[in-house]
């Protein structure tokens, strides 16, 4: 239905996620709903399976075509949205730097060939100065991605911190000079670019460092290719010639074996003197610093520059190509990855499904009307569309008692599309509660990432640090990226055991849940009024 995913969908995503009908145009955020609603209308492909990650990915896509179709749609001038502001803004980056690498690694070639006729170009200071600064690289780079390994964490996580900080302050230069060239409006979304990509590491996880990685790439391998153009534009019009020496007491047949070693990459397709120097041609273009250079055979001193240039070739162009490859690879994989699990896209699926209306239906019974003696249930609200994502609810266990028997199920789906799968009386006791929490998702383990975790609390018991300690207890036992809702109840009526919490209460909550910084933990109210 659509192309696959890009990092510039991702940031427009969540810039939607957290930008409200009422902030512009004149709407109000009941508008939200609607709209919502409207885009699951209009989803052609509902017929997919209900509630896996390839539906919700596709229906989240659709949504967000939506959205911005709608943004501009009458929109005089379309306004730059965040996502188009980012692809602009590392378009701008890439050809900068691709310039700059290139210009450096030319201009540094140019003038480490410069050949005056009466000293040859030391074989050893071009290797010191173009292989090994480079080889010291990759090695840094693999002994931080075996490290990230063993500790658990991703590849190249030693690196992330400079390389993200570099391209931040870049984004805010060129961003600086672009803003001067938009309006307003798309100056502004282009600096809120900075604060999503802060915002959604816990979401996207890697997604955002493969494009810090692959713009280091491309200043390598520009770089390295203004050394090789650089390198054989001075061969092709200039008389180069090369030579070695060294204070220390080394033989002839001691650089042979070290030019050997240098070469093995390529010595399985080029063969001496292509692949490196013979023992004559090395022993003839030793320099001795007494004696000059007037001895010294010409083919012997120009048989280096095709060992130098291969050098740099196979230690520095080609493994920059295989990362970057490899880093665009990873990209995509990392993108594919993303289930759409943390608590802004439940929301914006749960206002998609659910309808705000309600409409009259047939009696039905309710599952456990038969054990309170509850007579059956008229004029309820819609049902929510689609299958229930399957719910483990945690009940404290001096609510248990009072919530068992009760409409939990209808109250689920209603109100957050879920359905219960298993229920847990807890006992405020981190280890047990824990415990329970993971035998049961353990179970239920073919349910994947769709399962959420249900925490039923009093919003009138405010959140001292017992309780939130306890929480992220449970959100630790958890794991992984599925999500976690905080039901919050008010006080039980005389009707019936759920009730709204009061706005103060409600807000006490969603701050201490805030404060978690955990995009997976979110906060719902749960109830209905007496006599429904």
């Not at 610093?289 to 162009?317: E, N």
Request: charged content about 20%; some cysteine; aromatic content about 10%.
């Amino acid at each position: 239905m659509y192309l696959s995913w890009q990092i510039r969908d991702l940031i427009d995503l969540e810039y939607f996620l957290g930008r409200k009908f009422g902030d512009s145009s004149g709407k109000t955020a009941s508008d939200d709903v609607d709209f919502d609603r409207q885009a699951y209308r209009s989803f052609p492909e509902k017929s997919l399976p209900a509630d896996t990650t390839a539906q919700r990915r596709r229906l989240i896509r659709h949504w967000l075509e939506e959205r911005r179709k709608y943004e501009k749609k009458g929109a005089g001038i379309p306004p730059v949205l965040p996502g188009e502001a980012l692809s602009e803004t590392m378009r701008l980056m890439r050809l900068f730097l691709a310039a700059a690498a290139f210009v450096f690694g030319a201009g540094l070639t140019w003038g480490l060939l410069s050949y005056t006729g009466r000293e040859p170009v030391n074989v050893f200071t071009c290797l010191w100065v173009l292989v090994a600064p480079q080889v010291i690289l990759l090695l840094v780079l693999l002994l931080s991605a075996v490290y990230s390994r063993i500790r658990g964490g991703g590849s190249f996580k030693l690196v992330y911190p400079l390389l993200t900080a570099i391209l931040h302050g870049m984004m805010q230069r060129v961003g600086r000079f672009a803003a001067k060239k938009m309006d307003a409006g798309s100056a502004d979304r282009l600096r809120e670019v900075h604060a999503l990509l802060g915002k959604t590491r816990t979401v996207y996880g890697s997604v955002f460092f493969w494009p810090v990685f692959l713009l280091a790439q491309g200043f390598a391998l520009f770089f390295n290719a203004g050394i090789l153009g650089a390198m054989f534009l001075k061969v092709a019009i200039t008389d180069l010639a090369f030579g070695w020496q060294t204070t220390l007491q080394v033989s002839t047949e001691s650089v042979l074996r070290f030019v050997e070693t240098v070469a093995l990459p390529w010595s399985w397709l080029f063969s001496p003197p292509v692949s490196h120097p013979t023992l004559e041609q090395i022993a003839g273009s030793r320099m001795i610093l007494k004696d000059g250079i007037f001895h010294l055979a010409t083919a012997d001193l120009a048989s280096w520059w095709p060992f130098i240039f291969l050098a740099v070739l196979f230690y520095g162009f080609l493994p920059r190509l295989l990362l970057a490859g490899a880093g665009y690879i990873l990209k995509r994989r990392a993108i594919r990855a993303i289930g759409f699990n943390h608590g802004a896209c439940d929301r914006l699926i749960m206002r998609m499904k659910t309808p705000r209306v309600e409409t009259k239906s047939a009696p039905y019974q309710v599952k456990g009307a038969d054990e309170t003696g509850g007579a059956p249930i008229e004029n309820g609200p819609e049902r929510t569309e689609g299958a229930k994502t399957p719910a483990i609810v945690v009940v404290p266990a001096e609510i248990h008692d009072m919530l068992k028997g009760a409409r939990l199920d209808k109250t689920l789906a209603d109100t957050l599309g879920m359905h219960t799968a298993a229920v847990i009386p807890a006992e405020m006791d981190v280890a047990s509660d824990s415990r329970r929490l993971r035998d049961a998702l353990l179970e239920r383990r073919d349910a994947g990432a769709s399962i959420r975790i249900v925490v039923f609390q009093e919003a009138w018991q405010p959140p001292i640090k017992e309780n939130m300690a306890w929480i992220k207890a449970l959100r630790a036992a958890a794991g992984g990226t599925g999500g976690m809702v905080i039901a919050l109840v008010g006080e039980p009526g005389r009707d019936t055991a759920f009730t709204p919490p009061s706005t103060t209460d409600r807000k006490i909550w969603e701050q201490a849940v805030n404060l978690m910084k955990d995009p997976y933990v979110r906060t719902e109210s749960i109830g209905e009024q007496p006599g429904e």
